[in-house]
């Protein structure tokens, strides 16, 4: 349906109020001036955060009521930590009232799963709770949790009948109450990196309490922190959550435990793979003997299952498994040929590309290839696998050639798109201006073509000389030309808010104009998908006729916050008189809230360099 695709990107619209909403200084202002222009705009985001504090609370839903206090705590914790705790905890009492309100029985398998993954608003509070103080989110997350919650962790702890039959509803209970655990343990032991963050002489007794009910990966980050103050006690951790580990029971494919265990022997046999996605990785050093002891287990899981979708790990990790438990290596491979001899033809599919993509000797020009033989967005994942590897090792112009000969199709062109958007991308980073320039006519897609231009617009304004930005200037008009100014479509929304994001930094003043513009159509928009969403009952946008505030409605801040900063500082109130333009009184509330949140958690030191903070949204 046409209305529920485009109405997810009219909520891009509310990112313009999440702008970082940094001073705009020139090279001449006075350290004291740009303090004072700093401390002026965090006066007016304060006033604004109380006006939408008042706002939401006449919201109708104890979810978005709770989320509410909870950024406004978040956000006043610097300059009031006892109203911000006041705050989290009338947020704390939100989330415990709406627990113990009678709810609807769920549809569907998917609509009670889908509350408790990353939109759940319990998560996103307590996660931002621990920022501040560590402990009182862990008394807190005892204090709101829920009832089905407490009873999955107590049926966990409850020892099992040997050879009792189950119905197929007690084994979906399992799988729910399994997922339910996982994500509580989860967000418990993140809370403890936090704690050990905050206070490192706590994090060995909370790693040893944690490690009492599961193994998560927020285990393996605190056994890291560890390890970096004390790297005898950090080795000493590391074995307790190893041992932990080999007495677990691998049931299935996704659990914790599996999961944990193949990143165990992934990260000691190819830390080049976490290293080349974080410089920062940190390997995690693992005697021979615990790894051996590993795969084996992780063997015996792969050898015992018949679950179909497993043998997508299998093929993930048959490198180290045939490295540490070589003589299961050939059981192993009689196993998956099995399984695949039974496997749907879609999960095979699905497994085999995921098997090429994630070998490590697979080589561009072989990946290029097996594309033919694989449909739509597969096909495409080769292709960009192919070019990702490409321009790992400096092989681009061969792979552009072999891509380029390929026959024609939207996933050949998607690729090339792909490609020129990477390059560019590194040629921007690497101040490579002109090298970037050239990418542009070798770029068929517009939407590929508006991105290179307004990122290389952006390059050539941060020279801050006036030739760079004359430059800057031509290729942000050019960007413009191709956009529709009454957008049809996502893609074409996206295409407005990227030049949108070069225009606040290098032309604020002619971004307004494309904002107002988006605006009438996201009125338009809301007002229908409210409607429809009246009667779709598994909408996850609205609720009792009320915006749902969830992660959904920020996830692409990331995308444009950084660009688009400039805006509230170029003129505070007409950027603000924007919100009005909402109809919704819901709707003005989150504008309010999010656009406060991005002026206060976000900083320019004296020099005019960006830092960021991490901005919890929804």
């Known amino acids: 349906m046409y209305f529920p695709r485009l109405v997810s990107t009219s909520a891009f619209i509310l990112f313009i109020f999440c702008t970082l909403a940094l001073p705009q200084t020139s090279p001449t202002e006075s350290k004291s001036e740009k303090d004072e222009a700093r401390e002026k705009l965090e006066k007016q985001a304060y006033k604004l955060l109380d006006e939408a504090l008042g706002e939401a609370e006449s919201l109708k839903l104890w979810e978005n009521r709770a989320l509410a206090f909870a950024m406004a705590g978040d956000l006043i914790w610097k300059v009031d930590q006892k109203r911000a705790k006041q705050l989290f905890q009338n947020s704390a009492d939100e989330l415990i009232q709406g627990a113990i309100q009678p709810k609807q029985k769920s549809k569907d398998y998917f609509e009670e799963y889908s509350y408790w993954q990353q939109r759940s608003p319990r998560r996103v509070i307590m996660l931002m709770i621990a920022n501040h103080d560590a402990d009182f989110a862990l008394e807190l997350l005892k204090d709101t949790r829920p009832a089905n919650i407490q009873a999955a962790l107590?049926?966990?702890?409850t020892p099992q009948i040997k050879g009792q039959k189950k119905s197929a509803v007690d084994v979906l209970n399992n799988q729910r109450n399994s997922y339910l655990v996982q994500q509580e343990l989860s967000l418990e032991q993140q809370f403890a990196v936090k704690a050990a963050e905050q206070n490192p002489d706590k994090a060995a007794k909370l790693i040893r309490e944690s490690l009492s009910k599961g193994v998560s990966m927020s285990a393996i980050n605190l056994v890291q922190k560890v390890t970096d103050k004390n790297e005898d006690l950090g080795k000493e951790l590391l074995g307790e959550v190893i041992d932990k580990l080999l007495n677990s029971q691998f049931k299935q494919a996704f659990n914790s435990e599996v999961s944990i265990a193949q990143y165990l022997l992934t990260q000691s046999s190819r830390p080049q793979t976490y290293k080349s996605r974080n410089p920062k990785f940190k390997q995690l050093k693992i005697e021979d003997g615990d790894l051996r002891a590993i795969a084996n287990k992780v063997a015996d899981f792969y050898l015992q299952t018949t679950d179909f979708q497993s043998f997508y790990g299998l093929g993930q990790n048959m490198g180290e498994l045939k490295k540490y438990a070589p003589s299961k290596a050939e059981a192993l491979k009689k196993k998956e040929q099995e399984m695949s001899k039974v496997m749907p033809e879609s999960l095979r599919s699905y497994q085999d590309m995921y098997k090429k993509m994630n070998d490590p000797n697979a080589k561009p020009e072989e990946l290029i290839a097996e594309a033919k033989n694989y449909p739509g967005w597969q096909k495409?994942?080769?292709?960009?696998s192919a070019i990702n590897k490409a321009i790992e090792s400096g092989e681009t112009d061969k792979v552009r050639q072999l891509i380029n000969a390929e026959p024609q199709s939207k996933q050949r062109d998607d690729a090339l798109s792909h490609l020129n958007s990477k390059l560019s991308s590194k040629a921007i980073k690497d101040g490579k201006l002109d090298d970037a320039k050239s990418l542009i006519d070798q770029t068929e897609s517009e939407s590929s073509k508006i991105v290179?231009?307004?990122?290389?617009?952006?390059?050539?304004e941060k020279k801050n000389t006036e030739e760079d930005h004359k430059n800057a200037v031509r290729l942000i008009e050019d960007a413009s030309q191709l956009v529709n100014q009454v957008p049809e479509s996502r893609?074409?929304?996206?295409?407005i808010l990227k030049v949108v994001s070069g225009?606040?930094?290098?032309d604020p003043e002619k971004a307004y104009p494309y904002l107002t513009n988006l605006m009438y159509m996201a009125n338009d928009m809301m007002t229908a998908y409210a409607l429809i969403a009246k009667y779709n009952k598994r909408s996850n946008s609205f609720k009792n006729g009320e915006i749902i505030f969830t992660q959904n409605v920020s996830r692409s801040f990331s995308n444009y916050g950084e660009a688009l900063a400039k805006l509230a500082a170029h003129d505070f109130g007409k950027t603000v008189s924007l919100i009005d333009q909402f109809q919704r009184q819901d709707v003005k509330t989150l504008a309010k809230l999010l656009f406060a949140q991005s002026i206060i958690k976000n900083k320019m030191n004296l020099e005019g360099n960006r830092q960021y903070n991490v901005v919890y949204g929804f």
Request: proline fraction near 0%; aromatic fraction near 8%; charged fraction near 20%.
């Open 154 to 157: 107590d049926a966990k702890n």
């Open 380 to 384: 495409l994942q080769l292709y960009q």
């Open 452 to 460: 290179i231009m307004v990122d290389l617009a952006i390059g050539f």
């Open 491 to 495: 893609k074409e929304v996206n295409d």
């Open 503 to 506: 225009l606040a930094i290098i």
